[in-house]
């Protein structure tokens, strides 16, 4: 089906939001009024710009407050409406947006409004023009859909439908397989929206907290489904209105609505695209620093050991049990404290991994190989992060060969990306490590919803509900996303301090290490010299108000630094170490099968974090 988008859901000027609509693939826009209002451009030109950037313009929006007033109210709308249909005559639209009145002179009579709008839809096929009858969620007489199709039903006239808003029909819970009814030529245009769940008055939910659909927790698809199944064969058009958006890059926000649809057409069964290819595991995860000795003492405090050399770059791969650290010092100037730069993401299927991803239009990355190196595909992700779509070859020792306790034999491995790297000699020292359980990345505000839809639509991921965290200089947005079987989760944070400097690229990310004892791999942690996070006494007063512990068990966690929650699955202990540059490590143990991430210590982390920076 044929894709538009509103120009109100892109920031800038009308041309600016024209070119990006077309640079994404769009087909065509809905032209919003005041934005038609403040462009220089005639509705000629307008016109004709679409037209020279592929666009078609699919709906002129909004007429407002037009049906079931008194008459000489309907004589000005009739006026405002004949100058309406000639300017779109000019402009090159078809069809108009009429949006149930909310006006204070509009009176609960059906009759009069199916009667009001077949004279509307008279003069509108004098011009040309097809009316859309959208009802608004907080329309004064007419906000649901079956009663807006009921009047346009009524009217029974050829240039009047309906126009189906996926918010206004979601948002108040309204029983989408009653679209089926109406006949397909009569739904003259579908709009999509999505919106995180909120208990907010409609209206401003549906002003600043819309977004694209995927990013919330509308179910858009099953009303595409649903209007499909009754015939309509229009466009699928974004009308998005959010804060972020109309300030955020016009190009980058068309890119992502653009991919918004092809995940929402493959959803509702219209389209398939490559499909999504899970990722199993990590691979590895790489910190960028431009000296090591910055990293590598903590790296060896917490027991990993330097087991391998790339063969042509600067990057070393630091290993225990399956967690596999790479730090690369070929970072130049622009990165010179340790950041985390790239994912590496254990997959079944790589190279369709790679054709999902730009099948979404995420940018994939050229990647500097050497002849002999592994093909590596990788795509960036909102934030910058890169991640790598990998095969681990694991080199099976020969018969007396040493390994250590990860199983890395030493010799060269020649199958997957490891193959790349020439073992180092190490001395194994271990505490207790055994694999990566999540990566914690921080979100730029403005590209939150975007990192949500790219997880779960371009590296096949479940999101999880967003959680709002309690950060000494404001609140923190959090929402992870996992495969099935949580071997590998990504927990996606944003939120803005006035402490934070900018230039040294905002709040660090983090990487958590399993291991099925904590007390015993922090107390070796520290006998190796690793700075643990202090947490403040007072958390733990609180902890023991809210839990039973076994003797001296909690005094335990108090020495060590560890944070305790649980639920009705099963238990969770945790604790941080100091932050270095950019980065900062967790060790976790879960038991039972608890599946959260610990975030009602949030708080207590982020104040000792920032306590430790003051």
């Known amino acids: 089906m044929r894709t538009s988008i509103a120009t109100v859901s892109l920031s800038g000027t009308l041309t600016e939001k024209l070119a990006a609509a077309a640079r994404a693939g769009f087909d065509g826009v809905e032209i919003f009024e005041n934005d038609l209002i403040g462009s220089p451009l005639s509705p000629e030109e307008i016109g004709e710009r679409a037209a020279d950037l592929g666009l078609t313009i699919d709906l002129f929006q909004p007429m407002r407050d037009i049906e079931a007033v008194p008459a000489d109210e309907f004589a000005r709308n009739l006026r405002r409406a004949e100058h309406k249909f000639r300017l779109m005559r000019r402009l090159g639209a078809d069809t108009v947006l009429v949006c149930s009145s909310v006006s204070p002179y509009a009176v609960d009579d059906d009759d009069l409004a199916a009667e009001q709008l077949r004279r509307l839809a008279d003069l509108a096929q004098e011009a040309g023009v097809r009316v859309a009858y959208e009802a608004l969620a907080w329309g004064r007489h007419v906000s649901t859909y079956e009663h807006a199709w009921r009047i346009v039903e009524a009217a029974d006239h050829p240039a009047l439908g309906v126009c189906l808003d996926s918010f206004h029909i979601l948002a108040r819970g309204s029983d989408v397989t009653g679209i089926e009814s109406i006949p397909g030529d009569k739904i003259f245009f579908l709009q999509l929206a999505d919106a995180p769940q909120m208990a907010l008055d409609v209206l401003q939910w549906s002003r600043h907290h819309r977004c694209f659909p995927g990013q919330g927790d509308l179910d858009v698809a099953g009303l595409v489904r649903a209007a499909v199944r009754a015939g309509y064969d229009g466009p699928l058009s974004l009308e998005v209105f959010n804060d972020v958006f109309r300030q955020a890059d016009a190009g980058r926000t068309a890119v992502d609505a653009r991919r918004s649809l092809t995940l929402l057409h493959e959803s509702a069964g219209l389209t398939a695209p490559p499909a999504p290819v899970v990722p199993t595991g990590f691979a590895f995860v ?172 371009v590296l096949g991921l479940r999101p999880h509900a967003s959680v709002d965290l309690a950060d000494p200089y404001g609140l923190l947005r959090s929402r992870a996303a996992s495969n099935e079987d949580g071997t590998v989760r990504i927990a996606l944070g944003v939120g803005a301090s006035p402490t934070e400097d900018p230039a040294r690229g905002g709040r ?56 305790y929650d649980r639920d009705e699955k099963g238990e969770f202990r945790h604790c941080y170490t100091v932050t270095t540059g950019r980065v900062f490590f967790e060790l976790v143990e879960r038991s039972g099968g608890y599946d959260g991430y610990g975030a009602r210590n949030a708080p207590v982390r982020l104040a000792a974090q920032h306590a430790l920076a003051e």
């Open 508 to 563: 660090p990310q983090h990487v958590a290490l399993v291991t099925d004892d904590l007390v015993t791999t922090v107390r070796r942690a520290l006998a190796a010299g690793a700075r643990m996070l202090p947490v403040p006494p007072n958390y733990y007063d609180d902890l023991a108000a809210h839990h039973e512990f076994a003797p001296g068990e909690l005094e335990t966690y108090r020495d060590l630094g560890i944070l």
């Open 286 to 457: 790489e910190i960028a620093t431009a000296d090591t000795a910055r990293i590598a003492p903590l790296l060896t405090a917490l027991g990993f050991s330097r087991t391998a050399r790339h063969a042509g770059k600067p990057v070393d791969l630091w290993e225990q049990g399956e967690a596999r650290i790479l730090l690369n010092t070929d970072t130049g100037s622009h990165r010179p404290e340790p950041s985390l730069t790239a994912v590496g993401l254990e997959s079944p299927d790589p190279a369709g991994a790679s054709a999902r991803a730009e099948s979404l239009l995420a940018p994939v990355l050229p990647r500097r190989r050497a002849p002999g190196d592994a093909p590596l595909d990788a795509v960036a992700a909102p934030d910058g992060t890169e991640f790598f779509f990998c095969v681990t070859g694991r080199p099976a020792p020969s018969e007396g060969e040493a390994t250590d306790s990860s199983g890395f034999a030493g010799s060269p491995v020649r199958a997957g990306w490891t193959g790349d790297f020439a073992p180092a000699p190490h001395t194994p020292a271990p505490i207790g490590i055994t694999r990566v359980d999540h990566v914690a990345l921080t979100q730029p505000w403005h590209h939150f919803d975007e990192a949500t839809l790219f997880h779960r639509g």
